[in-house]
Each structure stands twice: as structure tokens, then as C-alpha cells.
């Protein structure tokens, strides 16, 4: 994807992450806060506008995830404010002067947003947070770095919703789902559920290109 392509890739996930917000809300509402969906929802939506608005343009790849990730961790609120800012910021750091987004690409933006949410929370696999979701797209993204986008991303999002499905099986370590201990075990973490979201909807794109 060239850089315009990305950032109409990013509106597409947005559109879709918007209308995730029942789904995500339902999640949380076992474990969480019950406002993850929400939050969510006002994020996208508010980088929906940010990527659609007339006159908008990115310099490059990584200006393109800059300025979205700016965008969630500021409208977004809360501690998924600031990861899934993280995540798009610390790509946008590592992509700077990149104008293709290709597999490699794909690698290094999940390899540095890990690295990034790690140092901002402390959180590892199996903490059952959304890093669970990213460990596992970022291995297999790391795999997949010389082959075609569009086949990347397939077993990169998969490897994601695998990795989400998994912290059902997990006691927290994070958040308000710690508290609960064992009874959180048999849910799904939405952090980790969104991740994987954010992954299958650019899968979505990459494979109508």
C-alpha cells in the first residue's frame, strides 16, 4: 500500500472499530469497566474524522500512524487511550520516511508498537491484556516479513484472534479484571479482542486492493 492507500486503510478499520463497540462493550461488561467499547468508539470515531476530513495528508507512513495514534490517545481517554495510542505512535516513530506498507513494514510497526506498551505498562504475554493479541501478530508478522501484504496480514490477524481467544483461558494481572482472580478465567480479554479487530479489518482492506 502506498501511503494514500494506508490511510484509507486506517478509515476502513475505523469504520469497522466504530461498529465493534457492541461486541466490545458485552466483553467488558464481564470483566472490565464495561466502557472498553465505548472508549473504542469514541476513539475511532474521532479518528474517522481525522481521516476523512477534506485537505487531510499524511508525509508518509509513519506521519499517517503519527497522527492517528496521537488522535486515540487523546479522544479515546483511559488506559486504552493510551495503549492503542502507543501502539499507532511508536509505529509512526519507526516507520518515519517509509511511503509503502508492506509485510516488512507490518513486522516492524507490531515489533515496535510491543516494545512500546511493554515500557509504558509493563505488560507480557500471558498478563492477558490486548498484548497478548500483539505478541502473537508481531511472531508471525516477523515470519511473514518477505511475503505479499495481503498474506501477512490473513496470518498475522489470525495469529491475533488465537492469541485474544487464548486470555480466556488466563487469570489477569491488569485492570479491573485482576480483582476478579480466577472467575475471570472462560472470558476473553477486550483489549485483546480489539487488537485483533484492528488487524482482521486491515486484512479486510489489503485483500479488496
Request: net charge neutral.
Given at each position: 500500500m502506498d501511503t494514500r492507500q494506508f490511510t484509507d486503510c486506517l478509515l476502513y478499520v475505523s469504520e469497522a472499530m466504530i461498529a465493534s463497540e457492541p461486541r466490545l462493550t458485552a466483553l467488558d461488561q464481564v470483566i472490565g469497566d464495561g466502557d472498553h467499547g465505548i472508549g473504542i468508539k469514541r476513539g475511532?470515531?474521532?479518528?474517522?474524522t481525522l481521516?476523512?476530513?477534506p485537505g487531510f495528508a499524511a508525509v508518509d507512513i509513519g506521519d499517517c500512524l503519527l497522527q492517528s495514534g496521537t488522535r486515540l490517545m487523546t479522544s479515546m481517554g483511559g488506559a486504552s487511550g493510551a495503549i492503542f495510542g502507543t501502539l499507532f505512535r511508536a509505529g509512526g516513530k519507526a516507520l518515519a520516511g517509509h511511503t509503502e506498507f508492506d509485510a516488512a513494514t507490518l513486522a516492524d510497526w507490531l515489533a515496535a508498537g510491543m516494545q512500546a506498551i511493554h515500557q509504558r505498562g509493563g505488560a507480557l504475554p500471558g498478563d492477558k491484556t490486548m498484548v497478548d493479541a500483539l505478541a502473537a501478530a508481531a511472531e508471525r508478522a516477523r515470519i511473514e516479513s518477505e511475503r505479499p501484504l495481503a498474506?501477512?496480514?490473513?496470518?498475522?490477524?489470525?495469529?491475533a484472534m488465537a492469541g485474544a481467544e487464548g486470555t480466556s483461558t488466563m487469570v489477569a494481572r491488569f485492570g479491573r479484571a485482576k480483582n476478579l482472580g480466577e472467575r475471570a478465567i472462560g472470558h476473553c480479554d477486550p483489549g485483546a479482542v480489539s487488537m485483533a479487530l484492528i488487524l482482521q479489518f486491515m486484512d479486510e482492506f489489503a485483500n479488496r486492493l
Open positions: 475511532f470515531t474521532a479518528l474517522k481521516l476523512s476530513t498474506e501477512a496480514l490473513t496470518h498475522c490477524a489470525q495469529a
